[in-house]
């Protein structure tokens, strides 16, 4: 059996409708593989950039955070005060390390005015793509719903809070075993 993370993201800014979707960069996608390996390599957001035309404009390390297990979603959410005014059509999610990990571009750019205070909510799910089995395994009953359903809030959980916040004793993601 494979499987695949499937990651699905949106922002709102000032309330409205879902406006872009995340997409996650190919150093986050990177770093789960080294953690599925065994190598710590997930880092904490540290970070949210508010882009205009490629160029960052203004950016905040103030915002919230909250993590569900079922689905796994990080919501980040708060506001900022842009420094000019400008066309902001992209969002990008940067860990303490500097790695983007998340970039967002909005379908429809928002104008937003020098001091006036913008409201924006940023969020991923994270689920599993299964694709069926074949050879050999085709036969055996292979369930990986468990070690699933506590990876992937794991994944969301280290990124919002980092490593040693979001589990005192520190954690491995990598599989043990495999049971079929």
Known sequence: MEASIVIKGEVRINGGAAIGHS????????HIYSELKGTA???KIAKIQFCSGGAVKDETTSFKGEVTAAPAKLRLYGSYTPSSSYSLDEVRIVTQSGYTYFTTALSSPVNVTAGAPVNFEWSVTLGVNRVSKSGFLSTYNIDM?????RLLPAILQIIAAGRSNAFP?????RPSKCLV
């Open 23 to 30: 997409s996650p960069t190919n150093t986050f996608k990177s």
């Open 41 to 43: 390599a997930l880092d």
């Open 169 to 173: 004793s520190g954690i491995n993601l």
């Open 145 to 149: 719903t468990d070690y699933l359903c």
